[in-house]
């Protein structure tokens, strides 16, 4: 942990996840997330991604999964509490699982939405 590193009081961090990861919450001193997958194809899928991105960060979270879904808890464990190391991760963990290209501009379609073969996760609204 470096001298500068901030640990958030609790009204702080739940001013942080309103503003910037609203779906996500504090609880138990971690902030948490419930993905809702489709399948146990996709809650793999989404492991994997939170796997890479905490391995590219070097920050690494608390994984809990059932078939349908995948629970990530973040706490700098260093720290012993929440600092901006979790935030960013978790934006960038919200990011890449929640994107949807089919709502954008964009040649690529993302997983066809009438044909639950091919369904990946259940996006936020």
Request: glycine share 2%; hydrophobic share 30%.
């Amino acid at each position: 942990m470096s001298k500068d590193e901030k640990v958030f009081s609790e009204e702080e961090i739940k001013e942080r996840i309103k503003k910037d990861i609203p779906h996500w919450r504090y609880e138990d001193k971690w902030i948490r997330r419930k993905y809702k997958t489709q399948s146990w194809k996709s809650t793999l899928m989404v492991i994997n991604t939170v796997g890479h991105l905490s391995e590219a960060a070097w920050h690494h979270p608390d994984i809990t999964a059932s078939y349908a879904w995948v629970e990530v808890r973040l706490m700098n464990h260093a720290a012993k509490g929440i600092t901006e190391k979790d935030f960013e991760l978790a934006k960038k963990i919200e990011e890449t699982i929640q994107w949807d290209p089919s709502k954008e501009e964009s040649s690529l379609e993302g997983t066809p939405k009438k044909d639950q073969r091919f369904a990946y996760i259940k996006y936020d609204k």
